[in-house]
């Protein structure tokens, strides 16, 4: 790591005041140098940090892009003091395995809103249900499609029929011009987020990768709470 980065690092610990006492004031490099040496266990909480600053400018640049739903696409308290966005594809099992702990929250957290954020990154198929899903949101139904697609198991032609039928949508609808925008307004936000993979999770100024599990999804909330009381 160039010391100018490592510098950089270092000045985003707690404690950084005690970190430029020890610099020598005529080769602040090699203080930063020595101390690095004495202490490398700083530099994976200072890794941590930065990558949250970082986090925290890209959800603040792109906020409404990433909390505003299509209608009909989110649950919870329309009203409620924090919002979680879920960015998913039907195709991830992942994403399969994360429906009970966003159901669960929104079953006991009575102000949490959860924004749903189509992510067809894994098929073409992927695509195709993304569609219908926001066409079932339209209509009043995307918890229906929601839950009927995941828990028919992997996606493929069968399971996306039945989900659709389940919900009581005309397959015709996904082709709506509204649709196509919000699918490609949302892909060009994963891209400027450089989200990796799904699920992906924002709260707060969090970004959370993967299925972090109930009991993550909770304390992000939480701490989004906080932060903003």
């Not at 930063?32 to 909480?45: C, I, Q, S, T």
């Not at 015709?172 to 699920?199: K, Q």
């Amino acid at each position: 790591m160039a010391m100018a980065a490592a510098a950089a690092l270092i000045g985003g610990l707690a404690g950084a005041g005690a970190m430029l006492a020890l610099r020598p004031p005529s080769d602040q490099g090699a203080g930063v140098r020595a101390y690095l040496l004495a202490h490398p266990e700083v530099l994976p909480e200072a890794m941590e940090r930065l990558q949250a600053q970082q986090n925290a400018a890209l959800v603040a640049a792109n906020r409404a892009a990433l909390f505003t739903p299509f209608p009909g696409a989110v649950a919870g308290n329309p009203k409620g003091d924090v919002t979680l966005a879920e960015f998913y594809d039907y195709a991830c099992g992942y994403c399969r395995a994360a429906v009970g702990d966003v159901d669960r929250l929104v079953a006991e957290d009575k102000n949490l809103r959860v924004v749903f954020k189509e992510m067809p990154v894994l098929s073409e198929l992927s695509d195709s249900a993304a569609r219908l899903s926001l066409a079932a949101a339209k209509a009043g139904r995307f918890a229906a499609f929601h839950h009927a697609l995941y828990a028919a198991g992997p996606l493929d032609t069968a399971t996306l029929a039945a989900a659709t039928r389940a919900a009581g949508i005309a397959p015709a609808a996904a082709d709506a011009p509204d649709i196509a925008r919000e699918v490609e307004a949302t892909m060009a936000a994963v891209r400027a987020m450089r989200f990796s993979g799904t699920p992906t999770f924002v709260v707060g100024d969090q970004i959370l990768p993967g299925a972090v599990g109930y009991a993550g999804l909770k304390a992000a909330v939480a701490a989004a709470r906080a932060h903003t009381g």
